[in-house]
């Protein structure tokens, strides 16, 4: 059992939990067809059958069940305020598999030339009394069930009387939040806090201006819009919803990783070795000190930013992506570029940190911008 | 035997008189015609077409999350005013009245389940995102409605971020302590955020401390009286009437749009 253990605690390091679902994802939501080819060839589409949803259904339980009989994780797992999360990754996987099976379903039946599933004769319609209105009340009673029982089982937390001065360690945001917190690990308040949360909420808004793919409204259907999918997928099960489950399991004292069955240990040591771009280029590389002009100094890192944001789309709309852009003209392909590319550069700067121990790669601490 | 069939049930009688028909407008909706009568002389119920396609009632398109939301925020509001009764959002009061709560008053669940519900609710929330973006319902011409829900998603963040400070315990304050320090470093406008030092006349910092964006939100240099009033008077009026303008503007358009999406 301890073996099972130790193995998940490795497993559950972000560096390696980050790596396997990055690597996976493309295979579960494959979106072009040489991944389509190897979800096939695999059988990965197999996690959208009702064994699939078994064998799910059965690890993630099996961990839990596990976390509870340890005496660290059930700490962490027993929390109230954390149970809305064990609901969250039960309710979460469940709904994708779902709209995955049908979505299958739906893929086949239009291979076979058939309207989707969802297709009625639009003559066809039912009375909303008493069709709908008893589904929904039968789904509020059953709901207000749960409610009741929920609440008649676990009490709401109270903790002792606010004290502004005893901070607790770590002390953590409201659970949805916590995939921000998770953020500022990599990204610096302004970014973290403030930048990201705002280009989420409007790059979410903007989804129906870049998605034109007028295919697949109105049914789940995955092989029409599997690049959509795709990023829509990974930017939420993966930057936002694996981002929540890391902060609140496995991050202790000083938002050091804990694996789930390790004790949180408020004196655990871990090396802050990160070192800025600008230090690597002018003290590593150039063996120099740095410069005191700070535009010199952070030069490279400038350069790499506004590259990458900026240049890089312009140079990909003039070769790779020269279909795109084509299709979806200037303003939409820049929208599309900035939103994608800012999304993008959570994962890249976490793999930053990981390979190079990169800090920031512009710092200004002086006027507190740094990238 | 002729005579007994004649004879209506008290359930039936009771719906063609008079008083029952001046408050529903129509009787027991027994032919197809009443039953559209009963939907669209409903203020309630006329949020609904008279009919919808098929599939629409189907809980595996819908998952009936979107309807369950809006159950969630009457829950919350129904709840949240009887909690109003007994709590005073005051630093004196607010942790004792919570005590209050638990330990006088007999078998009270009102704070688990708005507390529950709350969660849920936020839930409930991403699950409908999740259902509208698998079934490509935000397409033409729904962008704009995606875009006023994904606001409500924000909104619903929102007020269960200020319900979290009104306990007034740690786990309150501090949760509220580490969110609202993102505020800190807004650009230009939090003290500590880029850009914040270009704003200055001569020596003289106009965004400081005592002066940025985090203050106007606490109501103070750090969590204390004057937030607690303040994340009470957005979570229990301000944020909540936001909500209920997007959430009218929300169910209006979903009719205005065409009704519930499907295939073509």
């Known amino acids: 059992m301890n073996y099972i253990k130790d193995l998940f605690d490795f497993l559950s390091a972000p560096t390696i939990s980050f790596t396997l679902l990055t690597v996976a994802f493309p295979f579960i939501f494959p979106p072009t067809d040489w991944f389509d080819k190897k979800n096939k060839q695999w059988g990965i589409y197999k996690l959208w059958t009702n064994k699939g949803a078994f064998w799910i259904f059965m690890s993630i339980t099996f961990f839990f069940i596990i976390g509870y009989f340890d005496p660290y994780f059930n700490l962490t797992m027993t929390k109230p305020d954390n149970i809305p999360i064990i609901l969250m990754i039960y309710s979460m996987i469940f709904v994708i598999w779902l709209g995955m099976k049908k979505a299958y379903n739906n893929d086949a039946r239009l291979d076979r030339g058939e309207k989707p599933e969802e297709w009625n004769d639009p003559d066809d319609k039912v009375l909303v009394w008493p069709d709908l209105v008893y589904i929904e009340l039968i789904a509020l009673i059953l709901f207000m069930v749960f409610l009741i029982v929920w609440s008649i089982l676990i009490g709401a937390p109270l903790e002792e009387p606010a004290n502004p001065a005893a901070t607790p360690n770590p002390s953590k945001a409201p659970w949805y939040f916590l995939g921000l917190q998770e953020m500022l690990v990599y990204f610096d308040p302004w970014l973290a806090g403030i930048i990201f949360p705002i280009f989420i909420i409007v790059g979410m808004m903007a989804i129906p201006y870049m998605d034109i793919n007028k295919k697949g409204e109105g049914y789940y259907s995955f092989k029409e819009r599997r ?99 084509e299709h979806y003209g200037p303003v939409r392909y820049s929208t599309l570029m900035l939103f994608g590319l800012t999304m993008f550069a959570l994962p890249i700067k976490m793999y930053l940190r990981w390979l190079f121990n990169l800090k920031y790669i512009i710092a200004i601490p002086e006027w507190f911008f740094n990238i | 035997m002729a005579e007994k069939e004649k004879k209506e049930s008290l359930l039936s009688r009771l719906g063609e008189s008079q008083v029952w028909k001046s408050i529903i407008r129509s009787g027991v909706p027994r032919s197809r015609r009443q039953r559209m009568y009963a939907v669209l002389g409903n203020v309630f119920l006329h949020l609904h077409p008279a009919r919808v396609p098929k599939h629409a009632v189907k809980i595996g398109y819908t998952w009936c999350m979107g309807g369950l939301s809006f159950f969630l925020f009457v829950v919350l509001t129904i709840t949240g005013i009887l909690l109003m009764f007994y709590y005073r959002p005051t630093v004196e009061y607010a942790y004792t009245d919570i005590i209050d709560l638990t330990e006088q008053v007999p078998l009270g669940i009102m704070r688990e389940l708005h507390r529950w519900g709350a969660h849920a609710m936020v839930l409930t929330v991403w699950l409908h995102m999740l259902r509208v973006f698998m079934t490509g319902s935000y397409k033409p011409p729904r962008e704009f409605n995606w875009g006023v829900g994904v606001l409500l998603m924000t909104i619903t963040l929102f007020l269960s971020f200020t319900g979290y400070l009104l306990p007034w315990d740690q786990l309150a304050i501090w949760a509220v302590t580490v969110g609202t320090n993102m505020a800190r470093a807004h650009p230009f406008i939090g003290h500590e955020g880029p850009g914040a030092s270009l704003l200055a006349i001569g020596d003289i910092n106009l965004v400081h401390m005592g002066s940025d964006v985090r203050f106007a939100l606490l109501g103070g240099r750090f969590v204390g009286e004057a937030t607690l009033l303040r994340f009470y008077v957005l979570h229990c009026i301000a944020v909540p009437f936001v909500a209920m303008i997007f959430m009218a503007v929300h169910f209006w358009r979903i009719r205005k749009d065409g009704g519930i999406s499907g295939p073509l």
């Open chain 1, 227 to 325: 690049v959509g999918y795709f990023i829509f997928m990974y930017g939420w099960m993966v930057l936002w919803v694996f981002l929540i489950v890391i902060g609140t399991f496995f991050r202790g004292p000083n938002w050091n990783f804990f694996g789930p069955f390790e004790w949180w240990d408020p004196h655990k040591v871990v090396p802050l070795t990160n070192v800025n771009l600008s230090e690597y280029v002018w003290v590593k590389l150039l063996n120099k000190g740095l410069p005191t002009n700070i535009i010199a100094r952070e030069a490279v890192g400038f350069v790499a930013v506004i590259g990458y944001l900026f240049i890089m789309p312009l140079l990909l709309a003039k070769t790779k992506l020269k279909n795109l852009f």
